[in-house]
């Protein structure tokens, strides 16, 4: 089941006579693997939460997975898998559409087409393309160089109002805005809405369990530097036990501490207390019952969702058939906004 969207590109006026209109959202996740707790804090968990509020679009970007050397079965893989752990999380198809990037061949299409409209300079200045390149500057594919463009063309081919992400796609979104804008008044036509990232403030940014002045990664080498949600019990007590705290045996959200500020961020928020309640939950107890309490938290979290997307991933008919139907309810909205483009620039 697939839900129905609001119709594309309208001016919408609430009136009496009318429902409200519900605004649009959309996010996406690359399907590359050792998905982790940072990935669930900083966006699947919100995703969830709010998908009754909004007209939500997921799509598991299988495109920019390429933008780096993966194997091809371990690409499809992952792709089915990752729709298994969103559904598995929450996400509902009565309220959302989850569909397969490269299902809608309108992405690359409209991806090659603002590329001509990209400044170099702006993906100079792009600090995640930075990080990946690292010192291969003249090995690595141009498609990780123009990977920002792409992301930008997933928001703006559905007239996304909101996009809920985590802290490090900030620079992404500024970009997306910025050719938006540009767009619109080269031609002088609101031929794109102009979409407003939701970061939290808590939960943005997971930082590395080894690491804590590193935010956690799928590309991390190190395993103990992160959760996957599809950790077992036994690997998150090991993970836990091990995580960089210091000498210190206060624990409070002390910044200056970033190894438990960190650990502490996470408790807070898979337990839904406020900061002030787990400072005092653990107050005058030390690391070794905080990090025990943290594991069972941990695990407690995880438990269900392993369990539904062990059931959810036995059923491939079922999995491909949700991708499909939501691909199908979402490609006319992709379609007609490439189309508004290609007219306003003068192809065909
Ligand atoms: P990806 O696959 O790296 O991450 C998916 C989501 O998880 C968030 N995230 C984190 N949040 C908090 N703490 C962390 N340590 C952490 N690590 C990752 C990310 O911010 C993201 O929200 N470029 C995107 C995928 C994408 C996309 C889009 C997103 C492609 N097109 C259009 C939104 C809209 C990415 O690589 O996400």
Redesign the pocket.
Known sequence: MSVELNPVNEVKTDTAAQPPIRKRV?????P?GNI?L??Y????RNWVAEQTHYDNIF?I?DL?AITLPIDPKELRTNTRQMAAILLASGLDTRHCNLFI?SHIHEHAEMSWILNCFTPMGWLNRMT?FKTKAGENLDSVGTGLYC?PV??AC??LLYQTHY???????RQ??ELTRDLAQRFNSMYKKRVFTIPEGQIREV??????LDDPTK????SDPNPFSRINLLDSPKEIKQKIARATTDSEKLITFDPERPGIYNLLGIYQLLTGQSQQESEDAFAGKGYGDFKAALTEVVVETLRPIQQRYNELLSDRAMLDNILKESADTVRPIAAKTLQTVKDVIGLG
Request: hydrophobic share 40%; net charge neutral.
């Open positions: 959309f996010s996406g996740i690359q590359t982790h940072g990935n804090l900083g966006a699947i799509c970007v920019h990037q995640q990977y792409l992301m997933d928001i996009v809920p992400v985590g802290d490090d796609q992404h979104l939960g943005a940014r997971v930082m590395s935010k956690m990664s799928k």
